[in-house]
């Protein structure tokens, strides 16, 4: 059941609704196009947080200049299997899909291929932009930075983002294997929502701006993120920047401009996309029985959930039923 809040709607009618959005803002047939599919995957999934509810900042930053409507993504730098694509300053969606199916074709051409890309935006979803990619039977790696929101291990400043990562392995006869975390405690986006619901956020996932621990969801996006794991997690969070940003020349997130205001400077973040064929490596028939030899171990305990599993059981319920969201932000994209 729908709370009073919520309402249902289907993955299309979404599609739809977030597409003639951004074409009102100006915005080209082709980023419209990228982006709706990459928001109403997410909501579809139940990762809110990287759905539409981004979409009414991505629309006041497009408006703005903060956010170039009419940027075209092209691959700048190019050696091999390696090359740079320049997001000229547009949202992130259309990059990242010529990142990586350029990247496929290497990687099935060199065994491996790494995309960088610069200039960039909110990339979503981490494993949406690897479906392809384990569709094409290869093994893909996704980083990206983001605007500063956490410290460095000891720091008392928001250099870091929250600098997601996400994984895809290829299975034979089952789907792949998806793994897509942030750094951080939580997504920041679940802090965003929460912001917006008028709901508290439990303790430990965030600091006010004068670095206390808070509940308060609004105070958190004034103050900072806690990484995850710790020092652990900080360490990880750093190499993430450092493959995102010193790679591709974009904007460390210290010195990005924030995903979640409609005035400042242009986010100009980075994202890294590596590949790898497993026939060039082991083989393709050892690596397949690999993979399946490590999940027969794990699913010997009966509470174990193979990662991806609870958000291909969401679509599946969202593809029957509609997808549950937001009833005001629906009512608010309507309006637009």
Known sequence: MTSPEETLISSEALHTLARHALLSTGATEATAEATAKALVYADA?????????????????????RVDPRAVP???????????VDAAD?????????????????????????????????????AYHLEAVGAAGLVGLAFSNAPGSMPVWGGSRPLLGTNPIAAVFPRANASPLMIDLSLSHVARGKIMVAARDGKPIPEGWATDADGQPTTDARAALAGM??????AKGAMLALMVELLAVALSGAQFGAEAGSFLTADGPRSGIGHLFWL??????AG?????????????????????????????????????????????????????
Not at 45 to 65: E, K
Not at 99 to 122: E, K, L, M, P, W
Not at 225 to 230: A, F, N, T
Request: hydrophobic letters at 45%; charged letters at 25%.
């Open 284 to 336: 393709e028939r050892v690596y397949q029985a690999r993979i399946e030899t490590l999940i027969e171990l794990m699913l010997i305990d009966d509470d174990v959930r193979l990662p991806g599993d609870r958000r291909e059981a969401i679509a599946a319920d969202s593809a029957r039923e509609g997808i549950r969201i937001n009833a005001k932000l629906i009512a608010e994209l309507r309006a637009v």
């Open 74 to 84: 092209a691959i700048v730098r190019d050696k091999g299997a390696a090359f740079l």
């Open 225 to 230: 993120m806690l990484p995850s794991g710790g």
């Open 45 to 65: 999934r139940g990762l809110s947080s990287h759905g539409v509810a981004r979409l009414p900042m991505y629309l006041a930053q497009l408006r703005n200049g």
């Open 90 to 126: 547009g949202l992130a969606f259309g990059a990242c899909e010529l990142a990586i199916s350029t990247a496929i074709d290497r990687a099935r051409n060199f065994g491996t291929a790494v995309a960088s890309v610069t200039r960039s935006h909110h990339f979503g979803a981490g």
């Open 276 to 281: 790898l064929d497993p026939s060039a490596l």
